[in-house]
Each structure stands twice: as structure tokens, then as C-alpha cells.
């Protein structure tokens, strides 16, 4: 993908009518092709899956130590992009009542992959140190292991993102859906700007809301006011129910009706330039166009077992740890095959790897669990006594 860094720069700066001199530019993700109604096929269709589950890997590539960021911020970023794909963010409290009624859970459940794709175990994170230090973030090169980057893990299997540092204020970018080399496909955003912690804290790019933006972008979903702001009030960003708009909202964090064309804009949805704290939602026009980019140009994240998305009552057996349906639902039930009637230790661990006790539980008894108040996820059960370690995967 040919970075139009300059020219989007500018056009950015084009559409900042009210003279605001500063010079962030929030995202360079630029659509090439020509729009087609062809590439936009339609249809909320995942088969039976109750639940779209995209293992994730995070490429921390970096040349100074601030830069390589903290496991745990990673994590917050991946806590971040499941609320805000699930609609159980903070902010959709700002959502204005005229735009309630198209808020979208997109249920899209976004793990740190558990697998790599040469199937030894993984923590979903590499860490590359480069001796590129102006900012590899939004080159090529970013996407190399041999030009001072990471290269991708099979774009095909898992969402690749990458966190580095940028050249200028950039935030970051994304390829759009049957764009850009296949090996450089994915999401990158400055180590700035991921997660909630550490370097991330500095406002208005702090929530972790640029990722959840460029996410977006690499599910087909354009800017609010469409591929070209200066023709904005005229041209579409292919939603039905993203009324037409004519302005980023950058570094604006608006409350009621706010208009730059003939509707009130959506200035909360995710695929503004609006500050974090003002970002909201995305609407059900845009889950049903991130779904048919799912199924149409990345259907491999669908049978991707990055984050072993289809576990298994048969790996359960084999440890000696059963799940009864799997996928759950409002109930968890499992019992413990193994000799003696000695307790186990029973935990369960959600996909950001915090963990809850669950208590003392002996063997060959079936037992209960309420999951009703948890969110709908990955899990992992463990049981454990005397140095024996019994898992299973869960997907409520
Ligand atoms: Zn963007």
C-alpha cells in the first residue's frame, strides 16, 4: 500500500475550517480503488457461530525503551476494542437519542492470540527492536523483519497490528479490504496512542479509540463524511444510517445536535476524528458492511484457531477437564475426570488473561457455574492440584 502521508495531511488540514493550527492527523488510512457497489456485498452471514471471535497478534516494534510498551497496556487496548465492538463502552451514554435506535453490538470478540501459526503457544505479542529511529510506524518497512520491521503472522488466520512509533503526529492507519500487499495487511498505530496506560495516557488520544478506529478501516467502513471530505455533503461513506456529514470533529468534543450538512451529524461514531472521550458507537449499517467484509475479504479469521476459537470438548477430554456445550451459554458446567478424592483449584481466566477463583471442587462431579452477568468471550478453565494443571477452552 503506497502511503499518501503528505497529501492526506493536507486534505486533513483542508477540512479543519475553523483555522485549528494544530497538526495532528489522526489516521492516513486512504482508500485506492475506485468505489464499486460490487465490493460491498451485503449480509449479516457467519454461519453458525454465535460468536465472531479475531485472534489478534501485536507487533511492538520499537527503538527507544519508551516505545516498548508494557504487556499490560497491551492488554488494555484489547479491553478497549472489546467493549467498544460489543456497545459496553462508558461513552455510549453520549450517544443523542436520535442515533440510540442504530447503535450496534457488532460482537466482534478480539483475542490476544494463544497459538502461533507454528502451533507452539504464544502470548499474541512479538517485540522487535529497530535501529529505525525517526518513526517506522506508516512505512513499509514496518512490515519486514528484514527492512527493521516484524513481519506479519499469516494475515489470512490473524489481525496483524502493529505499535510504533510514527513520523509526526500521526495516529495511525490501515489497509482497507483488498488493498495493499497481502503481507502487510492489518492495523498500525503509534505507541502513543494503544491502550489506556503507560505512554497512552495523554489526551484526547488516550481511551484507546485510534485502534478501534483503524480496526474499522480494515473492515471497509470509510470515514463518516466518505472517502473525500471536500465533496462531503454530496458523497456517502456506503452506510445507510450514518447521516451524510462534512466534518471530522477533530479535536472536538461536541454535546447535543452538532450539523455540517443537513442532518445532525454522528459525531460519537468511532469513524470520526472526534476526541476519545467523545466516541461512541458504530452503527448497525457499518456492522452489517464490517460483516461483509468478514465473509467476503477476510474469511480466514473465521476458521482461524489463533486463539484456539473452536475448542473442544475433545482437548477438555484428553486433559481430563470436561465442558458441557461449548459454546456456552448462560451456564458453565464441567466436571473433573481424574482418580482420588482430593479438591481442585478452579480458575477461569478471560481472554486479557485476568483472572477469577472459582473455588475447591473434587473430581467426577458435575458441576455449575452461573455465567449469566459474564460477557460474552474466550475463557480458559483451569484446574490445578499438586502440580497438575487440567485446561479447556471456553466460548461463551
Ligand atoms: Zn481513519
Known amino acids: 500500500m503506497k502511503k499518501h502521508l503528505s497529501i492526506t495531511a493536507i486534505m486533513v488540514g483542508l477540512c479543519l475550517a475553523s483555522g485549528n493550527a494544530q497538526h495532528t492527523v489522526r489516521c492516513m488510512a486512504q482508500r ?3 468505489q464499486n457497489p460490487n465490493f ?3 449480509g449479516i452471514s457467519i454461519g453458525n457461530r454465535a460468536t465472531v471471535v479475531i485472534p489478534v497478534v501485536v507487533h511492538v516494534v520499537w527503538n527507544s525503551n519508551e516505545e516498548n510498551i508494557s504487556d499490560e497496556q497491551i492488554r488494555t487496548q484489547i479491553e478497549v476494542l472489546n467493549q467498544d465492538f460489543n456497545a459496553e ?6 450517544v443523542l437519542s436520535i442515533f440510540q435506535g442504530v447503535i450496534a453490538d457488532v460482537d466482534f470478540e ?5 497459538k502461533h501459526p507454528n502451533g507452539n503457544a504464544t502470548n499474541g505479542i512479538t517485540r522487535t527492536q529497530t535501529s529505525n529511529s525517526n518513526g517506522i510506524g506508516g512505512t513499509s518497512s514496518l512490515h519486514h523483519t528484514d527492512q527493521g520491521g516484524q513481519d506479519a503472522w499469516n494475515p489470512d488466520k490473524y489481525l496483524n497490528i502493529w505499535v510504533a512509533k510514527f513520523a509526526g503526529n500521526i495516529g495511525g492507519t490501515a489497509t482497507f479490504p483488498g488493498e495493499g500487499p497481502a503481507d502487510e495487511q492489518g492495523v498500525e498505530v503509534n505507541y502513543k496512542q494503544f491502550g489506556t496506560i503507560g505512554t497512552a495516557t495523554t489526551p484526547p488520544y488516550h481511551l484507546g479509540r485510534t485502534c478501534t478506529h483503524e480496526i474499522g478501516h480494515y473492515f471497509n467502513l470509510e470515514h463518516v463524511w466518505g472517502p473525500n471530505i ?35 451529524d454522528m459525531w460519537m461514531n468511532f469513524m470520526n476524528y472526534t476526541d476519545d472521550a467523545c466516541m461512541a458507537m458504530f452503527s ?38 470436561d465442558v458441557f456445550g461449548n459454546p456456552i451459554g448462560n451456564e458453565l458446567k464441567f466436571r473433573i475426570s481424574a482418580s482420588g478424592a482430593a479438591q481442585w483449584e478452579v480458575m477461569l481466566a478471560n481472554a486479557i488473561g485476568q483472572v477469577e477463583r472459582l473455588g475447591q471442587f473434587p473430581a467426577n462431579q458435575l458441576f455449575t457455574i452461573d455465567f449469566n452477568q459474564r460477557p460474552s468471550g474466550i475463557y480458559t478453565l483451569v484446574a490445578s492440584q499438586n502440580g497438575r494443571l487440567l485446561s479447556a477452552r471456553i466460548i461463551k
Not at 89 to 94: D, R, V, Y
Not at 110 to 114: K, T
Not at 236 to 262: K, L, M, R
Open 32 to 34: 485506492h480503488n475506485a
Open 40 to 42: 460491498y456485498p451485503k
Open 89 to 94: 463502552n462508558e461513552q455510549i451514554s453520549l
Open 110 to 114: 478480539f483475542c490476544l492470540a494463544s
Open 230 to 264: 471536500n465533496s462531503c455533503c454530496d458523497e456517502d461513506d456506503g452506510v445507510a444510517d450514518t447521516p451524510n456529514s462534512c466534518e471530522t470533529y477533530i479535536h472536538q468534543c461536541p454535546t447535543g445536535n452538532a450539523f455540517s450538512c443537513t442532518q445532525p
Open 284 to 321: 448497525k449499517g457499518q456492522k452489517e458492511r464490517m460483516y461483509a467484509a468478514l465473509n467476503t475479504f477476510r474469511p480466514g479469521l473465521l476458521d482461524s484457531d489463533g486463539c484456539a476459537a473452536v475448542p473442544t470438548h475433545e482437548l477438555a477430554e484428553r486433559n481430563g477437564l
